[in-house]
């Protein structure tokens, strides 16, 4: 084989060289990381959450260049995908107890409190239904009431402690509530672009009736201005506590849960009825 000459083995170093700055800009640390922070984040959330959701993403995105990717369900079916190994960044569940859970298996680096929702109940007008005679209505035999599914869906758990309440008011209650009660959501998630549940449970008269989350009640009234919205009164109510935490190792997930916790993320969540 014939000798390299000066020039080939200048040219190749200057090759070998311009390969190894490559290699390091796309595979060093910084820019590992930096891959790393450009992907969306991926995010489990209640589907009591799906609207504000939708406007803590746009503006975290705009804040930090990074998107969001959600998904929604019944919080106690999504904490099983994730203790059965579903990968994501961030958990917001509408019940704290689900998030404590994780962080004490180490599935989130840490539960915290970042809302808090109330028990409304939505109805039809002919109800005539107000706070003062809210109990006498809904434990008419004639009057259908439609709930969330408890386990599978926290607003079901809270639902079925607000009989408890009304029980220890007026014994007797629970048993005729938990008889009655129609559980027409919380069992899975509607899928993307279909109606919420609460609001074709009336349009296809299936419910006189349903008790649900303020927050959902709002949206539900959005779709259906002639609906009556009463919040159960305070001595029955049932306040949720909304549970967030980061994977372990996402950096972008703890960066979206430090933005909901924030003063923008709080302005938010209060613009959609969020405590």
């Known amino acids: 084989m014939g000798a390299f000459s000066g020039n080939s083995l200048r040219r190749a170093g200057a090759v070998a060289v311009a390969v190894a700055g490559l290699a390091w800009a796309l595979f060093s640390p910084a820019a590992l990381a930096q891959s790393t922070m450009d992907k969306d984040v991926t995010v489990l959330a209640a589907g009591s959450l799906r609207e504000v959701m939708k406007d803590l993403g746009d503006a975290f995105r705009k804040q930090s260049g990074i998107g969001l990717s959600a998904n929604f369900g019944p919080s106690g079916g999504l904490r099983k995908d994730i203790e059965g190994g579903r990968q994501i960044d961030v958990f917001a569940s509408a019940d704290l107890a689900h998030t404590d859970a994780l962080a004490a298996r180490k599935l989130l680096v840490q539960s915290q409190t970042f809302a808090y929702n109330d028990l409304c109940v939505v109805a039809m007008p002919a109800l005539g239904l107000n706070e003062a005679n809210l109990l006498d209505v809904l434990l008419r035999p004639t009057v259908r009431l439609a709930t969330s599914t408890p386990v599978s869906d926290p607003m079901g ?12 008011l007026r014994p007797g209650t629970f048993a005729v509530f938990d008889a009655k ?4 959501s919380g069992a899975s998630a509607p899928l993307p672009g279909q109606k919420l549940p609460y609001v074709t449970a009336f349009e296809d008269g299936k419910t006189d009736a349903y008790i649900m989350y303020c927050t959902n009640a709002a949206s539900t009234l959005k779709a259906l201005p002639q609906l009556d919205v009463v919040r159960i009164p305070e001595a029955l109510n049932v306040r949720s506590s909304y549970g ?5 190792g996402s950096r972008q997930g703890e960066q979206f849960v430090r933005f909901v916790l924030g003063e ?3 302005r938010i969540l209060r613009a959609h009825g969020f405590n």
């Open 157 to 168: 758990d809270y639902t079925w402690q607000f009989f408890r309440n009304a029980d220890k």
């Open 181 to 184: 009660a129609l559980k027409l």
């Open 244 to 248: 967030i935490g980061a994977a372990p």
């Open 264 to 266: 923008e993320g709080r």
